[in-house]
């Protein structure tokens, strides 16, 4: 039945006229005789329904599955999103973190007895302390906030500005008009005097980086006082023995041979510590006291009237007393000492022998300055060169005070 069906439908297709070509009609009659013959072709309306109810269930089945897909795809981005947010957050938490603990550990001050053994040096300054840093970086940040080294930082850092200008200003002024031996004593004192300055500042600013530093710039430090009191001997015995060589280079070599033995010891680990603080200072003081003998010995040359008109000895006398009171207040640790915790901050005992050593050594600046300008308006005679070598094996007649004889050559 079905094929005599198929046949006559065939049969029916292929008398229909076709306005195409032979061959065209041909495989349409094959094209409509295959689709005919299809073994899932329905043959009446209960098939026709049965397979587009087929259709739609594996319509259905597919659209279900692609929500689902759909589903677990935005479940599985969402996660994702989720997982990276927490993720971002905690990394940002943490990076606040580190920040915080960065900027707590550069900008927190703490009181005397929460530093390191090795940091404590006064117990009247109670409070403003840094602690260990273990970075360069962060000790040269806690010059922009306030702790209890602040003055001391600065009044050194200042004082070697001011020494740095005025080595300059001296250098293309004054200077140039004098000889090479002027300019050199001259340097000598401000090269000194700037090592000095420099080295204090970054001992106060770098030795809470840690022990070893510590160490290091405080050898430094007391170097540089080492230098400063020999420096300034320079100009000062250059210009009062200007005149007596030997006496000259005596009290130079003198100077010199002490000012490198306080450096050794300075220098040395042997010595270090704050159980040699007093020591070392009254080693300094040693070394600034033998000041006296070439003093001694110019007043005894020329008479007290003469060393003060021709050398500036009532300067140097202030310079001296500048600096044994600074030296004596940084022992004694007046005022803190009988104001604890008052102190803490500014005009300590440190800051104080700092402003002094600064005083003292402007003192002295103008002091040898003045020398130098006395000297220029005079020459030596050969009875003061006979005078001054005959005062160091023998004595000299008190009566000849006519130290210097006028001359209007340089």
């Known amino acids: 039945m079905r094929e005599t069906r198929s046949s006559a439908a065939a049969a029916a297709v292929a008398a229909v006229p076709s306005p195409v070509a032979p061959s065209a009609a041909a495989a349409t009659t094959s094209s ?73 550990n550069i900008f927190a001050l703490y009181s005397f007895h929460h530093i390191p053994d090795w940091l404590r040096d006064n117990d009247f300054i109670i409070g403003g302390y840094r602690t260990q840093m273990n970075s360069f970086r962060a000790c040269f940040n806690s010059m922009f906030y306030l702790h209890n080294e602040t003055g001391n930082i600065y009044s050194h850092l200042i004082g070697f500005t001011i020494f740095l200008v005025a080595a300059c200003c001296a250098g293309y002024g004054y200077l140039s008009q004098h000889d090479f031996a002027d300019q050199a004593v001259f340097w000598i004192f401000f090269v000194a005097a700037m090592i000095c300055l420099m080295m204090s500042t970054l001992f106060h600013l770098l030795f809470c980086h840690s022990p070893r530093m510590y160490g290091v710039f405080s050898r430094l430090d007391y170097t540089g006082i080492a230098i400063l009191i ?108 009988f104001f604890p915790g008052k102190f803490d901050y500014w005009l300590h005992s440190h800051q104080v022998f700092h402003i002094l050593v600064v005083a003292a050594a402007l003192t002295h600046y103008y002091g040898v300055y003045t020398a130098m300008q006395h000297r220029k308006e005079f020459q030596c005679s050969v009875e003061q060169s006979i005078l001054g070598l005959s005062s160091l094996v023998g004595g000299a007649d008190q009566n000849t005070s006519s130290v210097f004889v006028p001359s209007s050559e340089f």
């Open 230 to 337: 020999a420096g300034s001997f320079y100009p000062f015995v250059y210009y009062c023995f200007y005149c007596h060589e030997t006496s000259r280079v005596i009290y130079l070599s003198m100077i010199t041979i002490l000012g490198v033995a306080c450096a050794y010891v300075a220098c040395s680990p042997k010595y270090d510590g704050v159980a040699f603080r007093t020591t070392r200072m009254l080693l300094f003081l040693g070394m600034g006291a033998s000041g006296l003998l070439p003093v001694a010995h110019y007043t005894y040359l020329y008479g007290l009237a003469a060393a003060v008109n021709t050398s500036s000895l009532d300067v140097l006398g202030i310079m001296a007393l500048l600096y044994v009171s600074g030296a004596v207040i940084y022992v004694t640790r007046v005022p803190e000492r």
């Open 32 to 104: 409509a005789s295959a689709l005919l013959t299809h073994p899932h072709l329905p043959h009446n309306m209960h098939d026709a329904n049965e397979m587009m109810h087929a259709g739609a269930t594996l319509l259905h089945d597919a659209a279900v599955e692609s929500v689902e897909a759909v589903k677990h795809a935005t479940a599985h981005a969402i996660d994702a999103m989720a997982t990276a947010s927490k993720t971002a957050t905690d990394r940002a938490h943490h990076l606040v973190e580190r920040v915080e603990e960065t900027v707590h």
